[in-house]
């Protein structure tokens, strides 16, 4: 749907006004590598990819919002003086919850009519929540400078930060900053390369001249992913604790580095924690390692570091699954792709790929012809690029 059908869509949902019509816009994002290094204070190296959320808005003279999805037949409406009692609705609440941690951050709501066309799948991974909040946070942040005649740019990084608030206080997830961060900051042929301790970032250049990225999905629903989510983090809580008995300074595992732990791991004593730190501590030093690569342009070394990060997902973090496991065996035996591996939590979801423009539609070929014989149904697959972040489509 380009931007014409949904301005006709929008007239079709809300009928005619005479307030402007605007368009915003926020994308999914793909982590290239560095998995469950967030919440240990690590590195990640996320990009914004193509795939995206975008909102046609016309601006309201109530207190009203209201809120419709091209792919749902709902109309959501809430009083912005009311924002707290909608928490449990079946959908609109990541976009309510972003009005609710704009208000606290002394943003002035004005009502809105909304109507959000996705094309991030839902449910693969690739953070379509993120993408919304985004999105959301920016329409209403950049209506509300308007009316209070702040001339400055929106802080795409506060937008980020609204994001994960959303999320964690209003819908109840208890995500990260990566996937908003991301959507909010990306930009086209680069990645973030984030400290997930501090938020402090550099943009990475990606030169896929003759690449592509690929995402797989396994289209399977992920059902094991909060408790085994919430596994790992107790697991790496308690190899943190051993840890700082012999090691000082440390805040976070993401600050062992590969000697000390290599020198240290036996303090942990519990050998599946071992596995567990292990795979955040040498995960950490493949991130920077990529970032190293990409920046000289060394995409084959970058190809390498993707398979051995999902190698130890698989056989350390344990967090992979037959689907991921066998999108990513598929993928290693094309021999135009780069590296592969799995992206996201975990447990269904997504790979990403790194592959030859003269190989993809071999890849989706043989991947999907492997992934069939072995699960009983296809994968979907994503030909993509690194994109631009949140913003206004003039």
Request: with cysteine; hydrophobic share 40%.
């Amino acid at each position: 749907m380009n931007i014409t059908q949904l301005k006709d869509e929008f007239i079709n949902r809300f009928g005619e006004g005479n307030a402007p019509i605007r368009f915003f816009t926020s994308p999914g994002r793909v982590n290239l590598i560095g998995e469950h290094t967030d919440y240990n204070g690590g590195y990640v190296l996320p990009a914004a990819i193509t795939l995206a959320t975008t909102v046609a808005v016309r601006q309201r003279n109530d207190n009203l919002i209201r809120l419709a999805a091209t792919d749902l037949d709902v109309l959501v409406e809430a009083d912005i003086n009311k924002i707290e009692e909608y928490k449990q609705i079946e959908w609109g609440n990541y976009q309510l919850g972003v009005v609710s941690e704009l208000q606290k951050a002394g943003y002035d709501i004005t009502g809105l009519d909304m109507l959000y066309h996705d094309t991030v799948p839902h449910g693969s991974g690739l953070s379509s929540s993120a993408a919304i909040e985004v999105a959301t946070a920016l329409c209403f942040a950049s209506y509300s400078n308007e009316k209070n005649g702040v001339l400055e740019p929106i802080d795409m990084k506060q937008m980020a930060i609204i994001g994960q608030k959303a999320e964690n206080n209003y819908v109840g997830v208890a995500c990260g900053i990566m996937d908003q961060f991301a959507s909010a900051m990306g930009k086209r042929d680069h990645a973030v390369f984030l400290d997930c301790s501090n938020l402090s970032y550099r943009m990475i250049p990606i030169s896929l001249k003759d690449e592509s990225i690929i995402i797989s999905n396994t289209n399977k629903k992920r059902s094991l992913i909060v408790s085994k989510y919430n596994e790992r983090r107790a697991e790496c809580e308690k190899g943190l604790a051993a840890l700082k008995t012999v090691i000082k300074d440390i805040d976070f595992l993401a600050d062992v580095c590969v000697e000390d732990f290599e020198k240290h791991k036996h303090v942990i004593g519990d050998e599946t924690i071992i596995k567990r730190v292990e795979h955040v501590v040498y995960e950490c030093d493949r991130v920077k390692r990529s970032a190293e690569a990409l920046s000289g342009g060394d995409i084959l070394l970058f190809g390498k570091l993707m398979n051995l990060s999902h190698t130890s997902l698989r056989d350390l973090y344990e967090v992979t699954g037959d689907e991921l496991d066998t999108l990513a065996d598929a993928a290693w035996g094309v021999e135009g792709c780069i590296g592969s591996r799995m992206t996201g939590a975990g447990f269904g979801g997504c790979t990403v790929s790194i592959v030859k423009n003269s190989c993809i539609d071999e890849f989706k070929e043989k991947v999907s012809r492997y992934y069939e014989e072995k699960m009983g149904y296809a994968p979907s697959f994503y030909v993509t690029k690194a994109g631009d972040g949140g913003r206004e489509i003039k």
